[in-house]
Nanobody
């Protein structure tokens, strides 16, 4: 079992910055790839960025050059540094962790409750 708790969301003006954090607890030794997803009202959830346990990253085209995903494995914490924010970035941001099951030879995704990010014009 893995629990994920996001924090750091809030209201910010366009062009501003915000840093989101995701604290993981439970069976953290089995966490593999982690990521951030977001979902705005009336829209589908979309991938923002992912990061492997080794630090390899992947970003959605809409956030490339503006967002940076990172993780501190010792602290079991995932981060998302968001710079040059746009109103289009407004959404609930969810933390994701893929947990490995060696017995089942598979991974299971865990999700946090989300944190609201609102970017004003």
């Amino acid at each position: 079992q893995v629990q994920l708790v996001e924090s750091g969301g809030g209201l910010v003006q366009a062009g501003g910055s915000l840093r989101l954090s995701c604290a993981a607890s439970g069976s953290t030794l089995r966490i593999n790839t982690m990521g951030w997803y977001r979902q705005d009202s009336g829209k589908q959830r979309e991938l923002v960025a992912t990061i492997t346990i080794g630090g390899n990253t992947n970003y959605a085209d809409s956030v490339k050059g503006r967002f940076t995903i990172s993780r501190d494995n010792a602290k079991n914490t995932l981060y998302l540094q968001m710079n040059r924010l746009k109103p289009e970035d407004t959404a609930v941001y969810y933390c994701n962790a893929n947990v490995v099951s060696f017995i089942a030879s598979s991974q299971y995704p865990y999700w946090g409750q989300g944190t609201q990010v609102t970017v004003s014009s």
